[in-house]
């Protein structure tokens, strides 16, 4: 097993560590999570009688830096990036029982 693999930016491919793919998947993960939670709070301060952008990017930002709320988003992104490794590589073993 070798220890680079591939990844695709903006079109082209790089060689690059494996741990180096991993934290870029767990990173990305981190910052969609952070982006849904943006939109959901700005939405939802918008649609409030006396909200507004700027008081939702407020709230958001206050929310977003929060010691524990990072540590989920990380701890998330990171037991999801594992299985789905954990997952492919158990898949792809060649075993009959792991087929459906």
């Known amino acids: 097993m070798t220890d680079r693999t591939m990844i695709a930016v903006a079109g082209k491919s ?3 560590p494996r741990l180096a793919k991993r934290l870029l998947q767990v990173l990305t ?3 969609l999570t952070a982006l849904v939670s943006l939109i959901i709070v700005v939405a939802n301060s918008v649609l409030m009688s006396k909200g507004g952008s700027v ?4 709230t958001w930002l206050g929310f977003i830096q929060r010691a524990d709320i990072i540590g989920t ?3 998330t992104s990171v037991v999801t990036v594992c299985y789905f490794y954990w997952d492919r590589a158990n898949s792809s073993s060649g ?3 792991n087929r459906r």
């Open 95 to 97: 075993s009959s029982s």
């Open 55 to 58: 008081q939702g990017l407020n």
């Open 73 to 75: 988003m990380l701890l």
């Open 29 to 31: 993960a981190m910052g």
């Open 14 to 16: 790089f060689s690059v």
